[in-house]
């Protein structure tokens, strides 16, 4: 789930969470006579309220069946401040939680900065070789494993069937045919065609990389944002604001694309399957089958859209690790996937979970499986979550008109350099 990425704006001085945590007081040690576990796991979830959450709450609970002398302490922490909020916490020593769901772009950072567990040889990383290489990738960092892959996801256009059927179009397959839909849609139902997200950076990816571009090549320690194709995918998202093709906003830009799309104001918006429980909930998707999903329309280059997704990890200075352990594994086994991707169509980070009857059959996992397998990785970095708060501010000003296409990427080239040290 992507609701802000922005999070790296905010200021270092966040209020901490008031919540007695595992890694800030007595919480059992973990072990009891003959080895059974106790004490408290404190976990930070990042889901969405009012949909996500619930399950994830429920699923936590079932650990208790497994561990009745382990309590877990569930907190949902708002994703647009968790990562701030955690590397406060742990940088303290006072506050943090045991388990922390990260975003897979926090991982690498958590673990530069000494704020995680190796996993390597524990418990959480039963069965290890049944994860999906391309999730296990973001939970890797200095030849050590950090994380376990919790869910993984990808973009796709969400689009209104019904109307789709009245302004008779097909689902665009590339820029062009998005503007020339968008019109149509206008034209005949008076629906703006696309609900284009202004206030986060990660839903520009899917354009920049259709220019065959990227934030930076990690390999070659070179910025890469403010290159051609840079400049080239800024002005195709600017051209389909100043067109009429989108509508964007500066604030709020998840409630605002999510409350546009349940109401039918808009035909169409680019979002991921941690989106699909908050959109069934909306008048315009009573009837399931309403909702269609689609690739990202591809751009001049390519057809491309970001991996994201979650992992779970555990803090370095937790004081009920084995517990912590047992937890993670529990909350990525195949059983507590294959439930998530029951209740939520997110998808499993395990091979063998896509076998089961109950995933098999999902038709938004189904989409969203091949897109996954195609989707583009970002580089696994320290630095990579804190890339998004030069960009975004950059971004918006574009979409807005406070600046042009070129100057836009070339601000965020030069903020990128001065974060990557030595980079060209």
Not at 251 to 268: C, I, S, Y
Not at 288 to 315: D, E, F, T, W
Request: contains cysteine; charged residues 25%.
């Amino acid at each position: 789930m992507r609701r802000g990425i922005t999070a790296t704006a905010l200021a270092a001085t966040l209020a901490l969470a008031a919540t007695a945590c595992g890694g800030d007081g007595d919480s059992g040690g973990g072990g009891s006579a003959g080895g059974e576990l106790s004490g408290t796991v404190t976990w930070w979830d990042t889901s969405t309220v009012g949909s996500e959450d619930k399950v994830f709450k429920k699923l936590a609970e079932g650990f208790t069946k497994q561990h009745p002398k382990v309590k877990v302490n569930y907190v949902n922490v708002p994703f647009g401040e968790a990562q701030n909020k955690f590397k406060n916490a742990a940088q303290s020593g006072s506050g943090a939680p045991d388990v922390i769901r990260s975003e897979v772009a926090w991982t690498p950072e958590f673990a530069d900065l000494g704020y995680l567990a190796p996993l390597d040889g524990t418990p959480a990383l039963k069965d290890d070789a049944d994860f999906l290489p391309q999730a296990a990738a973001s939970t890797k960092y200095d030849d050590k494993t950090y994380a376990v892959p919790q869910v993984i996801d990808s973009m796709g256009i969400f689009y209104n069937k019904k109307i789709f059927k009245d302004a008779g179009v097909e689902v665009p397959k590339n820029i062009d045919e998005l503007k020339s839909v968008s019109k149509q849609i206008k034209d005949r139902t008076g629906k703006t065609g696309l609900y284009l997200r202004g206030d986060d950076a990660y839903w520009f990816l899917s354009f920049l990389y259709g220019e065959g571009g990227d934030l930076v090549d990690a390999g070659a320690k070179k910025v890469t944002v403010d290159d051609a194709a840079g400049v080239k995918a800024m002005t195709v998202v600017k051209d389909l604001v100043d067109s009429g093709a989108a509508t964007t906003d500066a604030t709020d830009g998840w409630e605002n694309m999510q409350a546009a799309f349940r109401d039918g104001k808009v035909a169409m918006i680019i979002n991921g399957p941690w989106a699909v429980a908050d959109t069934y909930t909306g008048a315009q998707f009573k009837d399931k089958a309403n909702l269609g999903i689609a690739p990202v329309p591809a751009g001049s280059a390519a057809q491309g859209a970001p991996q994201g997704g979650h992992n779970l990890a555990v803090y370095a200075g937790s004081k009920n690790l084995n517990a912590s352990y047992a937890f993670a594994e529990y909350m990525t086994s195949v059983e507590s996937q294959a439930t998530v991707a029951r209740e939520l169509s997110l998808l499993p980070t395990r091979n063998s979970v896509y076998a089961r009857p109950e995933v098999a059959d999902n038709e938004i996992v189904g989409f969203f499986k091949p897109v996954v397998d195609k989707a583009v990785e970002r580089p696994w970095i320290p630095e990579t979550g804190s890339l998004f708060a030069p960009l975004v501010t950059e971004y918006t000003k574009v979409l807005t008109g406070q600046t042009t296409p070129r100057k836009g990427v070339e601000a965020t080239g030069d903020s990128y350099r001065d974060l990557l040290k030595d980079w060209k």
